[in-house]
């Protein structure tokens, strides 16, 4: 079992004429084929002006709600640049896509701020990000730019703001035998459009997800509610780590959200809020995957 | 991007958002001039540094001399902007080595009723932007929030409607404003709000917001910072930046299109991603080091970046040690290792350089590295990295 990502999604990709949506659709196609060799899983791509061409294999449509009529897309993958990304989310929202995944890094933040208030008319869809690496149900479906290959089909969920560092905490689980029911990249961006407790809901719910690894960074407080929604509603063991325990006030960390301003936002005071939630907190990053396997132990 | 508080009132002025008079002043005559031409019997000389505590804030060649005064002649603005100009202002938020002073604001002195906080930033819990106002002008916003939080009041709007006069009223009169400023605040209000949204502001402060004796509401300060990722769309922001203003080797970090943080330590750091960048800190420190900044090599990782990274961090002399870590996903392990050996004998390295690998193609990487014959030591995961580099330090 899985969240967000099943059998049943289809994937176009905004964007799929650039070099970078291109090379990742590519990517998605093979892990989709590898694993699910008889299923249709990437079905094509939308580049306006571009309608009715073919890219390496991929059919082309001009808008989003043709390609979902013509192949029966329900997800999309967005690759377009920060300048046109928030167009691109409302289009997918208003073409239906129930599941919606923006790459895209470097969107402006009040984009986001309209892209929100906008998709609240369209409580069907969900969008995942931007800035982020995307997700993965192993071995049944990649939507995003995450090495594939490292993952495995398990019962850990995934939920985090940085994509490098889940590769590395998907690699520590690997190391010790643990696969993943669904990784989720949200992304490092102020605005994005899941939050750590939309998620936690869905794994909670979740019977192929066991244990919850949440992996957050200094910057805001999603990682505080987090921590009291798990204190309320998760009976799931769950283990986090924060990245920035040592980065210094009022300077940026790469992430457009990730930093300590007004002295708010500090990794201390979320490690402090999901250790006094019950959570299994890691002190180290070598330590993610041994702390998930802490968690589960502490609840047997 | 943040600007200086005399750009972030020009472009104030221009939205409609009112501002006291005020003269910029290069030269002490300059500023002596400008006193006159503001005509009052006193004037506020202001210097313009991107740090706060100016008020308070001292300069290291004149320790009696503060960043912001009150003259009352035309000589006194002059012999006060003598000692300013071109001398290093140290307040709360420069740190020990200051700000070197270059510009001045002279401003009207007013007469004022009230001094009040307005501050403007995107919530991210609401995804709105939020203006908040407290009846503590002058005060640091923090502690008024840690001190007194029912002193602050709070008013989210709609990036598309804007700021509502209703908004503005409600904040108005929570903060016991007389008629006339309500008033004034109905039409202010929504104006800086607006500014906020029409040029992707991430952070507007004005502290203090004053309040004349006769109603008006002037922005006595103006604190603004600019949303980067929206700067595509507000080309003529960018001549307001000043590169002196900022650490030299992140500007070079950002021409480069990598994400420099220069920090205290001794351990260099170049890894692949942001959140990965910032565990490699906390992983340093962790086992007894001190990292020497933040670097985020992006996804690419070619042989330019990674070369041009290797500058920046061994530019720190404070740096005795360099720990490489990265997870090759999409981008290989090999190719990487290419990169680096590349880039190892072109910068030419004297300090220990220890490397962690982990991803696609490790293993002929791991090779690669052995084979290469220079000094670099190979770590097998993130905590035998964190040691080695340690204990490098030692050696």
């Known amino acids: ?300 | 991007m943040k600007i200086h508080e005399y750009q972030a009132k020009a472009l104030f002025a221009k939205a409609g958002v009112a501002i006291p008079q005020g003269i910029v002043a290069k030269t002490a005559e300059e500023a002596a001039a400008a006193f006159k031409t503001l005509g009052g019997s006193i004037a506020v000389v202001k210097s313009q540094v991107h740090a706060g505590g100016r008020g308070k804030g001292t300069f290291k060649e004149h320790p009696e001399q503060r960043g912001v005064v009150l003259v009352k002649s035309a000589d006194d603005a002059k012999a006060n902007a003598a000692r300013m100009l071109g001398s290093t202002l140290v307040t709360i938020q420069t740190g020990a080595e200051g700000k070197q002073v270059s510009t001045l604001l002279v401003e009207q002195g007013l007469q004022i009723e009230r001094e009040l906080y307005l501050g403007i930033v995107v919530d991210r819990e609401t995804g709105l932007p939020c203006v908040m106002m407290s009846s503590e002008g002058g005060m640091n916003i923090e502690d008024v929030a840690h001190d007194t939080p029912e002193k602050i009041f709070r008013e989210h709007f709609d990036v598309s409607l804007g700021f509502q006069p209703f908004q503005a009223r409600k904040l108005a009169y929570a903060l016991g404003l007389s008629d006339e400023a309500v008033k004034f605040a109905q039409s202010f209000l929504p104006k800086i709000a607006k500014f906020f949204v029409d040029r992707d502001c991430s952070m507007v402060e004005i502290n203090p917001l004053v309040v004349t004796k006769d109603g008006q509401l002037l922005a006595l300060d103006g604190k603004v910072t600019f949303d980067d990722n929206a700067a595509f769309r507000h080309k003529d922001l960018a001549e307001l930046r000043d590169l002196t203003e900022e650490e030299p080797t992140e500007v070079q970090a950002q021409a480069a299109g990598l994400s420099y943080v220069k920090l205290d330590g001794n351990i260099g750091c170049l890894v692949n991603g942001a959140g990965l960048a910032m565990s490699t800190m906390d992983l340093i420190k962790f086992h007894g080091g001190e990292p020497a900044n933040f670097l985020d090599v992006g996804g690419g990782a070619d042989v330019k970046q990674v070369t041009e990274a290797f500058r920046i961090i061994l530019a720190d002399k404070n740096v005795k040690a360099v720990l490489v870590n990265i997870f090759g996903g999409i981008m290989k392990c090999d190719t990487i290792v290419t990169a680096l050996l590349s880039a190892y004998d072109t910068v030419g390295f004297t300090v220990p350089l220890v490397v962690r690998l982990e991803g696609t193609n490790v293993e002929l990487a791991r090779q690669m590295l052995k084979d290469s014959g220079k000094k670099i030591t190979s770590a097998s995961d993130l905590t035998d990295a964190a040691q080695k580099v340690v204990a490098s330090l030692k050696a």
């Open chain 1, 1 to 300: 079992m899985s969240i967000l990502v099943d059998r049943e999604t289809k994937i176009i990709t905004q964007g799929i004429t650039g070099k970078v949506g291109l090379f990742h659709s590519q990517q998605c196609r093979a892990y989709a084929l590898e694993h699910r060799p008889k299923d249709q899983v990437m079905v094509g791509g939308v580049t306006p002006g571009k309608g009715g061409t073919e890219i390496d294999g991929f059919p082309v449509f001009n808008s989003v709600a043709e390609a979902a009529k013509k192949t029966g897309a329900n997800t999309s993958l967005i690759f377009v640049p920060p300048v046109a990304c928030a167009d691109a989310i409302m289009e997918a929202a208003d073409a239906g896509m129930r599941l919606i995944v923006a790459i895209t890094e470097g969107v402006p933040v009040l984009d986001m701020a309209r892209v929100k208030r906008f998709l609240e008319g369209y409580p069907k869809s969900r969008l995942i990000g931007p800035n982020c690496p995307g997700i993965i149900t192993p071995e049944v479906a990649k939507i995003g730019i995450m090495p594939g290959y490292i993952h495995k089909a398990g019962t850990v969920g995934l939920i985090s703001k940085s994509g490098t560092l889940t590769y590395e905490a998907t690699w520590q689980l690997g190391r010790i035998g643990m696969g993943q029911s669904t990784a989720v990249g949200i992304g490092g961006d102020p605005i994005i459009g899941t939050k750590y407790i939309d998620l936690l809901k869905m794994f909670q719910d979740d019977p192929g997800t066991e244990a919850i690894l949440l992996i957050g960074e200094i910057g805001g407080n999603a990682e505080i509610e987090a921590a009291a929604y798990i204190k309320e509603h998760v009976t799931k063991p769950c283990a986090a780590f924060i990245a920035g325990q040592t980065a210094p006030p009022g300077k940026r960390m790469g992430h457009a959200g990730a930093i300590i301003s007004g002295g708010a936002g500090t990794a201390e005071e979320k490690m402090a809020a999901l250790r006094a939630a019950g959570v299994e907190v890691a002190p180290s990053p070598a330590d993610m995957g041994e702390a998930v396997k802490r968690a589960i132990a502490k609840r047997k």
